[in-house]
C-alpha cells in the first residue's frame, strides 16, 4: 500500500464517520418536518369548519343589517310625519290658544282690580301704582 491510498482510506473513514454522525440531526430533521405536516394538517381540518360557521354567522348578520336599515327607514319617515303633525298642530292651535290664554288674563286682572277696595291714602294708592308698574302686586 502506498501512502497515496493510505491517505484515501483514511479520508474515506473520515467521511465515512461525518456521514455517520449526520444521520442522527438528519434523522431528527425528518421528524420535525413530519410532525409539523401533520400540525399542519390538522389546523387546516379543525380551521374549515370555523370558517364555514363564520361565513354563515356573516350572511345571518347581513341579512340582520338589512332588515335594521329599513326599520330605520321607517323610523325616519314616521318621525318626519310626527314633526310634519307638530308643526301642523302647533300652527292650527297655537294661535287660538295664545289669544285664549291672553284673554283669560286679561279678565283676570279686570277682575282683581274690581274686587280690590280703593285707597283712601294717596300714599297707599301712590305705593300700589308703583308696585303694578314693576309687575309686583
Do not use: H, W
Not at 1 to 21: K, P, W
Not at 39 to 68: F, G, K, Y
Not at 84 to 113: D, E, N, Q
Request: net charge positive; hydrophobic share 45%.
Amino acid at each position: 500500500m502506498t501512502a497515496g491510498q493510505v491517505a484515501a482510506l483514511i479520508a474515506a473513514g473520515a467521511f465515512a464517520l461525518l456521514v455517520l454522525m449526520l444521520i442522527v440531526p438528519l434523522i431528527k430533521l425528518c421528524r420535525t418536518l413530519d410532525e409539523a405536516t401533520i400540525a399542519i394538517r390538522e389546523a387546516r381540518e379543525r380551521s374549515d369548519p370555523l370558517l364555514t360557521n363564520a361565513n354563515t354567522t356573516l350572511v345571518r348578520v347581513n341579512s340582520q343589517l338589512r332588515r335594521v336599515d329599513v326599520i330605520t327607514a321607517e323610523a325616519r319617515a314616521v318621525a318626519g310625519s310626527v314633526s310634519a303633525l307638530t308643526s301642523l298642530l302647533a300652527t292650527m292651535l297655537g294661535g287660538p290658544l295664545v289669544k285664549m290664554a291672553a284673554f283669560g288674563y286679561g279678565i283676570r286682572r279686570a277682575l282683581r282690580r274690581r274686587q280690590q277696595p280703593k285707597a283712601l291714602d294717596p300714599a297707599e294708592s301712590n305705593r300700589q301704582g308703583r308696585n303694578r308698574s314693576r309687575g309686583l302686586r
